[in-house]
């Protein structure tokens, strides 16, 4: 059982649009983090939400952290084809133990 | 500052066999931690070790195991290596940042395939 659901799993759009990633859990996480992974290399991470209905922007990234800190959600305007990758939600359970989610792999078309 | 650095990046071991896997943390890291990456099941916590000692545990067999040596870097291995064990091993490191949670700066990976 997957502690932590992104939807959709894949994600293919054309440059110029929106889209929205979601990850949700039952679980209460004291932290979530979002990380982008491309091919033959490590997730790189991209902003850490802690606090409920926190919201950050990270230039046309922003995300959003639930307000009982279960769900998160990424939303990208205007994506560019430099925006594709594997996107990974992950909760911090304890002091150092991520809990990934599956991933949501999107591409960008030009 | 150098990131995070893993040897071998890609290894090819036999059933039955077992192996060994290298981390370097960032430079003042004191926190390393190493996941499994496979299409199946996506990135799943294996350990994490702090000065020396293992503080988590992932729900992988005994087979897989580690260590952290005194300047923090790490290893971990995987002994009988079963087809299944074929994945990318991935090992971040972080500093402890209290209440923000864990800032994990990832390496590269090592792809393991066990034939």
């Given at each position: 059982?997957?502690?932590?659901?992104?939807?959709?799993q894949?994600?293919?759009?054309?440059?110029?649009?929106?889209?929205?990633?979601?990850?949700?859990?039952s679980?209460?996480?004291?932290?979530?983090?979002?990380?982008?992974?491309?091919?033959?290399?490590g997730?790189v991470l991209?902003?850490?939400v802690?606090?409920?209905g926190?919201?950050?922007k990270l230039?046309?990234?922003t995300?959003?952290?639930?307000?009982?800190?279960?769900?998160?959600?990424?939303?990208?305007?205007?994506a560019?084809?430099?925006d594709t990758?594997l996107y990974?939600c992950?909760?911090?359970?304890?002091?150092?133990?991520?809990?990934f989610?599956?991933?949501?792999?999107?591409?960008i078309n030009? | 500052?150098?990131g995070?650095?893993?040897?071998?990046?890609?290894?090819i071991?036999?059933?039955g066999?077992q192996v060994?896997?290298?981390?370097?943390?960032i430079?003042?890291h004191?926190?390393v931690?190493?996941?499994?990456q496979?299409?199946g099941?996506?990135l799943?916590?294996?350990?994490?070790?702090?000065?020396e000692?293992?503080?988590?545990?992932g729900?992988f067999?005994g087979?897989?195991?580690g260590?952290?040596?005194?300047?923090?870097?790490?290893?971990?291995?995987v002994?009988t290596?079963e087809?299944?064990?074929?994945?990318?091993?991935?090992?971040?490191?972080?500093?402890?940042?209290g209440?923000s949670?864990?800032?994990?700066y990832?390496g590269?990976g090592?792809?393991?395939t066990?034939?």
């Amino acid at each position: 059982t997957q502690l932590l659901e992104q939807s959709p799993q894949f994600l293919s759009i054309q440059e110029g649009e929106n889209l929205t990633v979601y990850c949700n859990s039952s679980s209460v996480f004291s932290s979530l983090q979002w990380y982008r992974q491309e091919p033959g290399e490590g997730p790189v991470l991209l902003v850490t939400v802690v606090t409920g209905g926190e919201v950050k922007k990270l230039k046309r990234l922003t995300f959003q952290f639930g307000d009982a800190r279960k769900d998160s959600s990424l939303h990208i305007t205007a994506a560019q084809p430099g925006d594709t990758g594997l996107y990974l939600c992950a909760g911090l359970q304890g002091a150092q133990k991520l809990v990934f989610g599956q991933g949501t792999r999107l591409t960008i078309n030009p | 500052k150098a990131g995070v650095t893993q040897t071998p990046r890609y290894l090819i071991k036999t059933r039955g066999q077992q192996v060994t896997l290298s981390c370097s943390p960032i430079s003042g890291h004191r926190s390393v931690s190493w996941y499994q990456q496979t299409p199946g099941q996506g990135l799943q916590f294996l350990f994490e070790y702090f000065s020396e000692t293992q503080r988590n545990k992932g729900n992988f067999p005994g087979r897989f195991s580690g260590r952290q040596f005194s300047n923090s870097r790490s290893e971990m291995n995987v002994s009988t290596l079963e087809l299944g064990d074929s994945a990318l091993y991935l090992c971040a490191s972080s500093v402890e940042s209290g209440t923000s949670g864990a800032e994990q700066y990832f390496g590269p990976g090592t792809r393991l395939t066990v034939t």
